[in-house]
């Protein structure tokens, strides 16, 4: 059996930020809601995190500015304790926030639980927040029947709603926007309610579900409960972007399962879905200023509509999530030519796309007029990797217009590459690329470009010393597709490595997990994306020093989120073995 090392501290006030050493912990924020209470708090430490507890026991004993009551005794000492993680038994929220602070009581949600919005700015006149608090319910309810009397209880211990403020009026979601949220709930009181106040209504949307993961359905009772409370969680992510690709050129996704991802997403706090739209096998996306383009769909039947895009972005906008729309130029493009054959250097040799074209800048300047009225996130990706120009050589037309300009093959992939970033820029889009592009040619790319690093590690420290952007996706660590990569490798993946200067620090934007389609399909898509995108989610929502050194120590936090998920209708795998596995045996899903 598991030693366990149990302290058990009375808390004077709650409302004294300078109790607390500054070793341990920074100063406690204000606490409004629950205040100068006496309150007891249980924590339960494994002895394997003894090396910590015993730092913050021998203060706790060594101090004499207050006092712990201990068997009956009273010892002057006086530690609260803020933990993370698995470091506190049944703090099951994921992502963590970056300040945790709870109590040991239980609150009930009552059958008519409200929404309140008196004091806020934000009109809601689109119904974002309306939305969200339906599918609040829905989750939290998880379709139990909720039957219980009421009667029962002390009128003082039931939660009767959520009251929000958002103090801005806008719901524009763009790159940067504010995603902070701060979550109250009261332990007890007359008509209480959770508090949630955000600059944003994004923030709110977090805030909501942090909330939920701390709602459980009571089979006994047949209520909703919050254990733990009073709670009070300030929470901010660590990274603008944090992104999920999905790709739909290997294999069509129907519009459902795109939104079931989307959904899944929410419940991570991940908030880019960097859609790659089409590559060398298909092209499934309606392009009105040239319809002849999705004749390179797979069949009629598994192309998108631009209608069906923009439902896409407004579906994902209102839950908080970004669409980045990707056409990957020149390479990856063999798909375009089944509706435009002049785009293919020649009927033999059908990519990259004919860099001696003035067509083909036509028609990447027709997609990007397209795209500009339905995404309308700051960046556009442009893809720019992997691209094999032996095409352009072999083709006598092609060789000809490279000698009459004076190029060479090099010359000519960094011709198309900043060609289509002008285009892009006369959109108005910043610009997104694929790692080769610096690799090759980074001093001549525009400053608005973002560079995707993907091949490996040690890229990402020299893109931010050359003064440019970077996101983070080394396939070693963050490629869903590789099903060798286990959660761990996902949860550790640090963004920052190596990058110490702040300056350069801020040009890491974030970073993304990638869901190539080369083997997955609607079939089994959910199972390849979790939970191990939620370990990369971690990483780039959590505060640094919140983050756990060995992911062993969350591997109890981590399968908790895995099982809401299933929950939750996501088929997430277990995390016991390689990516989508299946459950070695027969058990429950908290130790899978």
Known sequence: MENILHIQIFMISLNNPHFLPSSLTSPLPHLPHYSNSLSCYNVILPLIFLPFSSRVVKHCFSSSSLSIFMMGKVVKSFCFLVFFGVLVEGLNIWPMPNSV???????????DFALKTDGSKYNDASGILKDAFSRLLDVIEVDHVIDSNFSHFDPIAILHGIHVIVWSQSDELQYGVDES???SIPSHGTQVYAHIEAQTVYGVLHGLQTFSQLCRFNFTNRAIEVHQVPWYIIDQPRFFYRGLLIDTSRHYLPLPIIKNIIDSMTYAKLNVLHWHIVDTQSFPLEIPSFPKLWNGAYSISERYTMADAAEIVSYAQRRGISVLAEIDVPGHALSWGTGYPSLWPSKDCQQPLDVSKEFTFKVIDGILSDFSKTFKYRFVHLGGDEVNTSCWTETPRIR????????????AYQ???LRAQKIALSHGYEIINWEETFNDFGSKLSRKTVVHNWLGGGVAEKVVAAGLRCIVSNQDKWYLDHLDAPWEGFY????LTNITNHQQQKLIL???VCMWGEHIDASDIEQTIWPRAAAAAERLWSAYDNLAKDPSQVFGRLAHFRCLLNQRGVAAAPLVGPGRVAPEEPGSCYKQ
């Open 181 to 183: 949220y701060k979550l």
């Open 510 to 512: 974030g970073g993304e």
């Open 101 to 111: 602070n709870y109590g040991h009581q239980i609150m009930y949600l009552s059958n």
């Open 400 to 411: 000809k217009w490279l000698r009459q300009h004076g190029l060479d093959t090099s010359g």
């Open 492 to 495: 550790m993946n640090e963004p």
């Open 415 to 417: 011709y198309f590459v």
